[in-house]
């Protein structure tokens, strides 16, 4: 039984070091609820381990109905149940941080619901709504006053935040106009304040109440992650300061409509939890390749080691790459872009089209690794035929990229793609440049600048359906006009000729296997294969000696 006002209820947790003294809670009389009435507010006890809350009832100034209901329902009449619908359709599946059945009574009895939340919820799925079909005289939704409104409500709501506030600053970060660095900050403290960084298992709470903390502390821990590597700031969560369980089934049973609540189509859930899971799972291992080379302690060790930078960080990558090799092998079908023959569905259901955001995080984790690896190719004295290999590894993972974006069609670019997406597009261009501005010989540059100029075209036709896109366009173009400064480029012959040497011999092994070549010459010995599963099969790497594989991708 859900307690009244739950959602919209402040709660804080009493960490150990504190003026209030722990210890002494252990010694109060608490009612049938766990709680008692300490000064001026109350205290619950969640579990036996001496883990407290205050609750807060009053909240001044923050997540209160002033901003009325009706008065966010008039920012987006007549369309409000309409996009209640297309929420539940089209986000819920995939980012179930809310009880739909819950939320859906609240909505029809105008009781019980936040307008922050409601807010939130129309914000983020005014995207698929057609304006355009309505009659005539239908006003459109007020989009900016929405998103205004919603802004304001949350910042308020964050001084006393409540579990409310948590899934509305979630979902508000889903648009990636709004998913700020400092809000996501203020997201992550906020639900501290909620202990929602703590093992809830053995709390004094129903089972429906644990799976929700637990789905919206993952929701939270990939938005940080994601964040972290969007705005290049240090991530807020840290593993020693965090005791979530990984999810399982139970932890969802509650999430959707139990079919008794709505007209709700159940089909539309689908495969989400489990999307939703192997995505958590994906950001576990983005969070380690973070915190192993892009923190500045990481920096500085791997600039300290000189010309043995790239031996250094390939045996540290070793773990990572295993993760995504097993990872990416241990997907179910469901959650393929392809069939069991390699080729792309051809039916693509609104189930199926949510995939596409799952395997567009997938390639730009590993080329948040191989990004890495190829810069620390520039110290000087580094072995070349090492460099060749990292290369030429990094020149597959680039292309798999590139060849996973061209084969998306109009039902995966219309459906729910988080914020990270926009940029995650845009790291494929900026992986691209990073090889072309690297490049040893002009030869390599240009075959990279010809796939630029194939990736650029593809983003513009796909930026009819995924407006979001032009963020990637646009980064690619503001790349495009820097490379000017960058000097040209010697042709294969030229550098030939100045080394004296012929250049080093390319390997024609299948595609993938070089990162076992990378293992063996850094020094491991083991193999740590990372296949990508959309690789071009029409381009190999030994491509880069004779200019071939520059063919121009089946256009969408």
Same mark, same amino acid.
């Given at each position: 039984?859900?307690r009244?006002?739950?959602?919209?209820?402040?709660?804080?947790?009493?960490?150990?070091?504190?003026?209030?003294?722990?210890?002494l809670?252990?010694?109060?009389?608490?009612?049938?609820?766990?709680?008692?009435?300490?000064?001026?507010?109350?205290?619950?006890?969640?579990?036996?381990?001496?883990?407290?809350?205050?609750?807060? &009832? =009053?909240v001044?100034?923050? *997540?209160?109905?002033?901003? !009325?209901? &009706?008065?966010?329902?008039?920012l987006?009449? /007549?369309?409000?149940?309409t996009l209640i619908?297309?929420?539940?359709?089209?986000?819920?599946?995939?980012?179930?941080?809310?009880?739909?059945?819950?939320?859906?009574?609240s909505?029809?009895?105008?009781?019980?619901?936040?307008p922050? $939340?409601l807010?939130?919820v129309?914000v983020?799925t $005014?995207?698929?709504?057609d304006?355009?079909?309505?009659?005539?005289?239908?006003?459109? /939704?007020?989009?900016?006053?929405?998103?205004?409104?919603?802004?304001?409500?949350?910042?308020?709501?964050?001084?006393?935040?409540?579990?409310?506030?948590?899934?509305?600053?979630l979902?508000? =970060?889903?648009?990636?106009?709004?998913?700020?660095?400092?809000?996501?900050?203020? $997201?992550?403290?906020?639900?501290?304040?909620?202990?929602? @960084?703590?093992?809830?298992?053995?709390?004094?709470?129903?089972?429906?109440?644990?799976?929700?903390?637990?789905?919206l502390?993952?929701a939270l821990?990939?938005?940080?992650?994601?964040?972290?590597?969007?705005?290049g700031?240090?991530?807020?969560?840290?593993?020693?300061?965090? =005791?979530?369980? *990984?999810?399982v089934?139970?932890?969802?049973?509650?999430?959707?409509?139990?079919g008794?609540?709505? !007209? @709700?189509?159940?089909?539309?859930?689908?495969?989400?939890?489990?999307?939703?899971c192997?995505m958590v799972?994906?950001?576990?291992?983005?969070s380690d390749?973070? &915190?192993?080379?892009?923190?500045l302690?990481?920096?500085e060790e791997?600039?300290?080691?000189?010309?043995?930078?790239?031996?250094?960080?390939?045996?540290?990558?070793?773990?990572?790459?295993i993760?995504?090799?097993?990872?990416?092998?241990? +997907?179910? /079908?469901?959650?393929?872009?392809?069939? !069991?023959?390699?080729?792309?569905?051809?039916?693509?259901?609104?189930?199926?089209?949510?995939?596409?955001?799952?395997?567009l995080?997938?390639?730009?984790?590993?080329?948040?690794?191989?990004?890495?690896?190829?810069?620390?190719?520039?110290?000087?004295g580094? *072995?070349?035929?090492?460099? @060749?290999i990292?290369?030429?590894?990094?020149?597959?993972?680039?292309?798999?990229?590139?060849?996973?974006?061209?084969?998306?069609?109009?039902?995966?670019?219309?459906?729910f793609?988080?914020?990270?997406?926009?940029?995650?597009?845009?790291?494929?261009g !900026?992986?691209?440049?990073?090889l072309?501005?690297?490049?040893?010989t002009?030869?390599?540059?240009?075959?990279?600048?010809?796939?630029?100029?194939?990736?650029?075209?593809t983003?513009?036709v796909?930026?009819?359906?995924?407006?979001?896109?032009?963020f990637?366009?646009?980064?690619?173009?503001?790349?495009?006009? +820097? @490379?000017?400064?960058?000097?040209?480029?010697p042709?294969?012959a030229?550098?030939?000729?100045?080394?004296?040497?012929?250049? /080093?011999p390319?390997? =024609?092994?299948?595609?993938?296997?070089?990162?076992?070549?990378?293992?063996?010459?850094?020094?491991?010995?083991a193999?740590?294969?990372?296949i990508?599963?959309?690789?071009?099969?029409?381009?190999?790497?030994?491509?880069?000696? &004779?200019?071939?594989?520059?063919?121009?991708?089946?256009?969408?």
């Open positions: 039984m859900i009244p006002g739950f959602f919209n209820q402040s709660t804080q947790h009493i960490g150990m070091t504190t003026e209030l003294e722990p210890t809670l252990d010694y109060l009389p608490l009612d049938q609820y766990d709680e008692c009435t300490v000064s001026n507010s109350r205290v619950r006890r969640c579990a036996d381990d001496g883990t407290f809350m205050r609750v807060i &009832d =009053t001044p100034g923050g *997540d209160s109905h002033a901003v !009325s209901l &009706d008065v966010i329902e008039s987006v009449a /007549p369309y409000g149940s619908e297309k929420f539940f359709d089209h986000v819920h599946p995939s980012f179930p941080i809310l009880i739909e059945d819950v939320f859906r009574q909505y029809r009895e105008r009781r019980g619901l936040s922050l $939340l807010a939130a129309y983020l $005014l995207k698929f709504v304006v355009g079909a309505a009659s005539q005289t239908a006003r459109k /939704p007020d989009a900016a006053r929405l998103e205004a409104s919603a802004l304001k409500l949350l910042m308020d709501s964050l001084q006393f935040p409540s579990v409310s506030t948590i899934q509305a600053g979902l508000l =970060t889903q648009k990636s106009t709004l998913a700020t660095a400092s809000l996501n900050g203020q $997201l992550v403290t906020a639900a501290f304040e909620l202990g929602l @960084h703590q093992d809830c298992t053995n709390w004094r709470m129903d089972t429906w109440e644990k799976g929700l903390r637990k789905r502390a993952w821990y990939m938005q940080d992650k994601w964040s972290s590597l969007v705005h700031r240090p991530s807020h969560i840290f593993a020693f300061n965090w =005791t979530v369980k *990984d999810l089934e139970q932890d969802f049973s509650d999430a959707f409509s139990s008794t609540d709505s !007209s @709700h189509d159940e089909t539309a859930v689908g495969h989400g939890p489990l999307l939703f192997h799972a994906l950001t576990t291992i983005l390749i973070l &915190d192993r080379f892009y923190t302690h990481a920096i791997f600039s300290a080691a000189g010309n043995q930078r790239t031996r250094m960080i390939l045996e540290k990558a070793k773990p990572a790459q993760r995504l090799k097993d990872w990416f092998s241990s +997907l179910p /079908p469901s959650l393929k872009m392809e069939t !069991s023959t390699g080729e792309l569905v051809e039916t693509i259901t609104d189930e199926h089209a949510r995939n596409g955001a799952l395997h995080a997938y390639f730009a984790t590993e080329i948040t690794l191989h990004r890495c690896i190829v810069r620390s190719l520039l110290a000087e580094t *072995d070349q035929y090492l460099a @060749h990292c290369r030429s590894a990094a020149k597959t993972r680039l292309i798999s990229a590139m060849d996973f974006v061209n084969r998306l069609r109009p039902a995966h670019l219309r459906s793609w988080p914020a990270s997406a926009r940029t995650n597009f845009s790291l494929i !900026s992986f691209g440049m990073l072309r501005i690297t490049a040893p002009n030869e390599e540059a240009d075959f990279y600048r010809v796939r630029l100029c194939e990736y650029r075209w983003l513009g796909s930026h009819k359906n995924a407006e979001f896109m032009g990637a366009l646009q980064s690619l173009d503001n790349a495009t006009a +820097l @490379h000017k400064h960058v000097p040209a480029k042709g294969i030229e550098l030939m000729a100045l080394s004296g040497k012929n250049a /080093p390319m390997p =024609t092994s299948a595609l993938g296997s070089y990162d076992d070549a990378m293992m063996d010459a850094a020094g491991t010995g193999s740590s294969s990372v990508s599963g959309l690789a071009s099969p029409a381009t190999s790497v030994s491509d880069m000696d &004779d200019g071939e594989g520059m063919a121009s991708m089946a256009p969408l």
